[in-house]
């Protein structure tokens, strides 16, 4: 059984930094794509980043490009998402989601709260 | 930049059958385009009820279908349950690993 889960958040102030960890198991973590989604309080969901299998690619939303880093250890079944140069605009909660195939999502984390306020 | 659009809002009475639908703001939704829909009721994490235009995924139940209708991804709900009552979420793929999701549907069950 796939489960995924995030950890992490918290309340930062303008301008920290923060990085969230998601620990996955019931899976080969190594043979799949991961990524980030976020969501803010009362909003829709929003792609934040894609990493491949392997690690060497990864890609970003425009919105987050430049201040997030996406990583992940495979030897330890952990993604990861740095966050520097917070703002309020990126409190949300953050979604890990493991890739399903043909480009879809087959399971998501339970989600860890950002909060960004001085 | 492309905006995935999807409607604010539906309504379907118990047992009636209802089609939300996912456009672009320029454009049409294709396969290419690799449609999913995830559902998300308030409180909990979103799940991936179709993937690739019309796949279901693992333990999602019949009466979830995803199509393409004209010039959008659609998901259709038949005999649509209590428990339907949610916000429906499509995400497309725009390419070069970069997806974008729709505003999001809220369906009401009334």
């Known amino acids: 059984q796939v489960q995924l889960e995030e950890s992490g958040g918290g309340v930062v102030q303008p301008g920290g930094s923060l990085r969230l960890s998601c620990v996955a198991s019931?899976?080969?973590?190594?043979?799949?794509?991961m990524r980030w989604v976020r969501q803010a309080p009362g909003k829709g969901l929003e792609w934040v980043a894609f990493?491949?299998?392997?690690?060497?690619?990864?890609y970003y939303a425009d919105s987050v490009k430049g201040r997030f880093t996406i990583s992940r250890d495979n030897s330890k079944n952990v993604l990861y998402l740095e966050i520097k140069s917070l703002k309020p605009d990126d409190t949300a909660v953050y979604y890990c989601?493991?890739?399903?195939?043909?480009?879809?999502?087959?399971?998501w984390g339970q989600g860890t709260l950002v909060t960004v306020s001085s | 930049q492309t905006v995935v659009t999807q409607e604010p809002s539906f309504s379907v009475s118990p047992g009636g059958t209802v089609t939300l639908t996912c456009g672009l703001s320029?454009?049409?939704?294709?396969?290419?385009?690799?449609p999913s829909w995830c559902q998300q009721t308030p409180g909990q994490a979103p799940r991936t009820l179709i993937y690739?235009?019309?796949t279901r995924s693992s333990g999602i139940p019949g009466r979830f279908s995803g199509s393409i209708l004209g010039n959008k991804a659609a998901l259709t709900i038949t005999g649509a349950q209590a428990d339907d009552e949610s916000d429906y979420y499509c995400?497309?793929?725009?390419?070069?690993?970069?997806?974008?999701f729709g505003g999001g549907t809220r369906l009401t069950v009334l």
């Open positions: 019931g899976f080969t973590f190594s043979n799949y794509g």
């Open positions: 320029s454009g049409s939704v294709s396969t290419g385009y690799y």
């Open positions: 989601a493991k890739d399903g195939g043909a480009f879809g999502i087959d399971s």
């Open positions: 995400v497309l793929y725009m390419g070069s690993g970069v997806w974008v």
């Open positions: 690739n235009t019309s």
């Open positions: 990493i491949w299998y392997n690690g060497i690619n990864k």
